[in-house]
């Protein structure tokens, strides 16, 4: 099997260990990812806040690479590349006048039949029955908790998700490598995004409301699917824990990673020590050792 | 609309009224043309189009048929009782078909009513055993109509009477079955909201009408092992028959009234239907405590599951705290119906102050996004419920709840305030939309009746002709046309028997002459008029010899169900189908008055 691969800049940064334990993954799976040649940024938050027509444009010059290298499904791992990939291809399709401004602007248009897929999306299309074939660590009795945050399943209309408001697809794939889901309250609500930067008191106030509702709810770990929630989780952890002091750190780990530790990789292959937020209580549960 | 006055005008000086012929100068040009000149134009040529029609008008006379006066009433709900009540009061014969094992509808699962606060039981009953009684109806109750034939006055119709597994001619009603079922509490019970449990054999509230049981083939034991029989041990009249069948009945039937209902929208998952997304955040079917509208009515209902007193479904404690939430479903065109559901801003105000009555010190709270109280004492009760019982109204949408601790998190906005808010609730109710009946479709195509993407029937006209349909003869009443309350649905389940009842008032009925006319002697049978008609009004004829034999088999018009849009006359390839009236000479006629 193989998918085109956009990473977007997040997984060349912050998200490092994203791709890392993607690739890792991947590729014991079968599964080719074939990175998009001169891929650029999708334009993220800041294009559709400031230009429309940039904000289109972005994504299409890459789904344009995408249709050049033959790839008719691209895999975005980042939530919000995802979000913007699946937005300005839906736009082209449906709206001629976008269509042809793209076509003005960048000489060309991307494929019609292009499908722009999530990290959920692309463990599917492996298959759970694949993915739990594979796995080599018992991971009975480690309790997660699935977060998809605001950009993986919304707008409903364009991302198709099982139920925009209470997702279950994360939850079947942990399941699938042995562990237990947890059922808790805020699996889709906002860790503040890019308010990281600007406004860091809202990101604090939301991302501890989304960390003590899973620990209420016993998780061991967070899984997330996005650069931008693991960092805000993770990283902001510590502000946080300046405002609240006495508290015990959640490991916050992507869902490649997760899945990576069930099939029996080293959490140093799979980037856990780059994170801002100790594993180890993760780790030493589950007798992995580091 | 205008034709038949100037018809009339003809008959009236002797002429044959289909001699008269309109240019319809005023629709066709003098409204639509700002330009005089060329307009007048117009105008000259319309006439001239009309003068060369009128040449070649025939005098034609209606065409008359039969009535059977006789209605069949589809639907055993407040509007379907309403409507046979009135029918047959006026001497007329009336078949009552109801899907469930009772009739009274959604009425009968109703606390109390609005505006006036009275017991829905106590004004639905009499009205139910008055239907019971009442000679002329003819009560058909666990029975669908399968199939309708023919056309206005002169419809056949079918009925599937499900098998009860009960003698009907036996039974008494003494309920010594339901008592002693082993399956006490097991099935789902419809009538409870799901609530509550039920035993195999039931009957689905103690006022039902027939007070006759109905066996529930799917849980019943002696359905699923062929063991058990504890029925037919206590039953005194060997009513019990399990070997019973679905029997077939036909009726001849005039005019048919449909007050097949609503449904409520369930909202716990994505439900099928692709244009609605749902709403997961607010966790219905998740939550014991989060119910919806008709399920607080019988959390209320002095006969529900609770005997009336206000209790969580989850523990059977009283919620000091209520929210209720309008809106759910509908308004809300990117997860529900953009239409709006009507009656949840009256029983929401309703069920917030059945609620204060009852537990005096509790809040309750509803999150609205306009008050439609439109109607005689409505928005004075909406003001009762704010001023008098101090439900505190929220103008704002909620977008999650979810359990901590035993209460329900709401999380809302107060738009008026444009503050976010958090209220920790006992109780979540939830007002979700009115929708159409599932098979509200597959009865559509039954019967013969266009429906919106909703399927709701249409109207023929939203305002002159509200109560019919396009197929003559059916007649609407109540929820399946659109959202609607109790006496709304009752004033238009009376305008549809009122219909009905001009239909019998008369032996014979006109129709238009203006019908399609097969010419026999040319017609080579090959049936593409029966293909594209869509009033099924083609007919096959046998065309026989003098000793008897079939020489050809050729279309022929049903008068009765012809409406006269001249399809069958444009696809016929020998053309040998003719609209009176309407013929080809007549148009080309038309065509050359032009040039």
């Known amino acids: 099997m193989k998918v085109g691969y956009y990473p977007g800049c997040s997984l060349t940064g912050t998200g490092k260990e994203y791709d890392l334990s993607l690739r890792k993954v991947a590729s014991l799976l079968g599964m080719e990812l074939e990175e998009l040649n001169d891929w650029s940024c999708c334009g993220a938050t800041s294009a559709h806040a400031t230009n429309h027509l940039l904000s289109v444009a972005l994504p299409a010059r890459n789904l344009i690479i995408a249709k050049h290298q033959l790839l008719n499904e691209v895999a975005a791992p980042c939530a919000a590349c995802y979000n913007r990939l699946v937005s300005a291809s839906t736009e082209i399709k449906t709206d001629s006048a976008a269509e042809r401004e793209i076509m003005e602007l960048l000489g060309d248009t991307p494929a019609n039949d292009i499908n722009i897929i999530n990290i959920v999306e692309l463990f599917e299309k492996i298959g759970k029955e694949n993915i739990a074939s594979k796995v080599k660590v018992d991971l009975k009795g480690i309790k997660a908790a699935c977060y998809y945050g605001c950009l993986l399943v919304r707008p409903p209309k364009l991302t198709n998700f099982d139920d925009a408001e209470n997702p279950v697809s994360m939850e079947e794939l942990i399941k699938a490598v042995g562990a237990e889901p947890v059922e808790w309250n805020y699996k889709v609500e906002c860790c503040g995004g890019s308010h990281s930067i600007a406004h860091k008191e809202i990101v604090v106030d939301l991302s501890k409301k989304i960390i003590d509702d899973a620990k209420l709810h016993g998780a061991d770990v967070i899984i997330v699917a996005c650069p931008m929630c693991h960092s805000n989780l993770d990283m902001r952890q510590r502000a946080i824990k300046k405002e609240f002091p006495g508290r015990d750190d959640m490991p916050v780990l992507y869902l490649t990673e997760f899945i990576g530790l069930a099939m029996g990789l080293k959490p140093k292959e799979l980037g856990l020590n780059l994170h801002m937020i100790e594993t180890k209580s993760l780790l030493d549960k589950a007798e992995i050792k580091g | 609309m205008h034709e038949k006055t100037f018809r009339k005008a003809c ?275 998740k939550y014991k405590d989060v119910v919806d509208g008709l399920q607080f009515e019988r959390i209320a209902s002095a006969s529900g599951p609770t005997s009336g007193e206000i209790l969580r479904p989850s523990d059977n404690s009283v919620p000091k705290k209520i929210v209720f939430i309008q809106c759910v479903g509908s308004r809300d065109e990117s997860k529900g119906f953009s239409y709006c559901s009507k009656i949840c801003c009256m029983y929401t105000a309703k069920h917030a102050m059945l609620y204060k009555h009852k537990v005096h010190d509790g809040e309750a709270y509803v999150f609205y996004m306009d008050i439609r109280a439109g109607g005689k004492g409505y928005d004075e009760f909406v003001r009762r419920a704010i001023e008098e019982d101090n439900v505190k109204y929220i103008r704002g949408r909620v977008s999650r709840i979810y359990e901590e601790n035993g209460k329900y998190i709401v999380k809302g906005e107060d738009t008026i305030a444009g503050m976010p808010v958090v209220i920790d609730a006992d109780m979540v109710v939830l007002a979700t939309a009115i929708t159409a009946q599932p098979d509200a479709v597959k009865l559509a195509q039954t019967v013969g009746m266009s429906y919106d993407k909703y399927g709701f029937y249409n109207e023929v006209h939203p305002k002159l002709r509200p109560v019919e349909v396009s197929t003559a003869g059916v007649f609407l009443a109540g929820a399946c046309q659109a959202p609607k309350d109790i006496p709304e649905s009752v004033a238009m389940a009376s305008a549809a028997a009122s219909k009905s009842l001009v239909l019998f008032g008369s032996d014979l009925l006109e129709r238009e002459p203006t019908v399609a006319k097969v010419n026999e002697s040319i017609c080579a049978g090959c049936f593409y008029c029966q293909k594209v008609c869509a009033y099924n009004a083609i007919e096959r004829k046998e065309i026989k010899d003098r000793q008897g034999n079939v020489v050809k088999v050729i279309a022929s018009v049903n008068s009765g169900l012809c409406q006269g849009c001249g399809t069958c006359n444009a696809v016929c390839p020998s053309k040998s189908v003719e609209l009176v009236g309407f013929n080809d000479e007549q148009i080309y006629a038309q065509i050359n008055a032009l040039g």
């Open chain 2, 11 to 285: 008959a009236d000086s002797g002429l044959n009224p289909f001699l008269c012929e309109i240019a319809n100068l005023r629709e066709h040009c003098s409204w639509v043309h700002e330009d005089i000149v060329e307009g007048t134009k117009k105008a000259i040529d319309l006439v001239r189009i009309a003068v060369e029609r009128v040449k070649r008008n025939v005098p034609l006379s209606p065409i008359q048929v039969p009535v059977t006066k006789k209605a069949l009433v589809i639907g055993g709900g407040i509007s379907g009782i309403q409507a046979s009540l009135d029918i047959a009061n006026a001497g007329f014969d009336v078949v009552l078909v109801e899907k469930q094992p009772s009739i009274g509808g959604h009425m009968s699962q109703l606390s109390e009513t609005f505006p006036t606060l009275d017991c829905s039981q106590c004004i639905l009953t009499p009205r139910m055993v008055e239907v019971y009684q009442h000679p002329r109806i003819k009560l058909l109750t666990y029975s669908e109509v399968e199939n309708v034939e023919g056309f206005i006055g002169n419809f056949k119709v079918t009925i599937r009477k499900k098998a009860r597994s009960i003698d009907e001619s036996k039974c008494t009603g003494c309920g010594l079955c339901v008592q002693k079922c082993p399956i006490k509490k097991k099935a789902y019970n419809e009538f409870e909201e799901g609530l509550a449990f039920r035993p195999a054999v039931y009957v689905p509230f103690p006022q039902a009408v027939p007070n006759i049981p109905v066996i529930d083939r799917t849980v019943c034991t002696y359905y699923q092992t062929g063991k058990c029989q504890m029925c037919v041990k206590v039953c005194g009249r060997e009513a019990i028959k399990f070997d019973q069948e679905d029997t077939l009945i036909t009726e001849d039937i005039g005019a048919i009234v449909v007050a097949t209902g609503y449904k409520l929208y369930t909202i716990d998952k994505k439900p099928d239907a692709q244009e609605i997304k749902g709403y997961g955040e607010y966790g219905y079917g």
